[in-house]
């Protein structure tokens, strides 16, 4: 069994930054990819960040790349999203994800495990 708890959602000014991170419990953390999904109001669940287990590669969405960075530390199992030059479109609920396999797919389906999720708020 794995939990997955999101930290460090809020409410910013566009332009401004903002800090997600995952606390995965498990001892199987470290073999899997990780990734990180937003839920905007009325709009389906989306991939925004993954990375590999290792750590080594990484992975975006068209619309965050060159903003947002993804990262993991297997020895703490945490995974973080530094987000930058934040738009009030990137306004959703954002959730951390395990990976069914140790590469990051983009697709809901190739996540297992889910945290609650966390609200960001970004303001015009």
């Known amino acids: 069994q794995v939990q997955l708890v999101e930290s460090g959602g809020g409410l910013v000014q566009a332009g401004g930054s903002l800090g997600l991170s995952c606390a995965a419990s498990?001892?199987?953390?470290?073999?899997?990819?990780m990734g990180w999904f937003r839920q905007a109001p009325g709009k389906e669940r989306e991939f925004v960040a993954g990375?590999?287990?290792?750590?080594?590669?990484?992975n975006y969405q068209d619309s965050v790349k060159g903003r947002f960075t993804i990262s993991r530390d297997n020895a703490k199992n945490i995974v973080d999203l530094q987000m930058n030059s934040l738009k009030p479109e990137d306004t959703a609920v954002y959730y951390c994800?395990?990976?069914?396999?140790?590469?990051?797919?983009?697709?809901?389906?190739?996540?297992?495990?889910w945290g609650q999720g966390t609200q960001v708020t970004v303001s015009s």
């Open positions: 994800a395990k990976g069914s396999s140790d590469r990051p797919g983009t697709l809901s389906y190739e996540y297992d495990y």
């Open positions: 498990g001892r199987t953390f470290s073999s899997y990819a």
């Open positions: 990375i590999t287990w290792n750590g080594r590669n990484t």
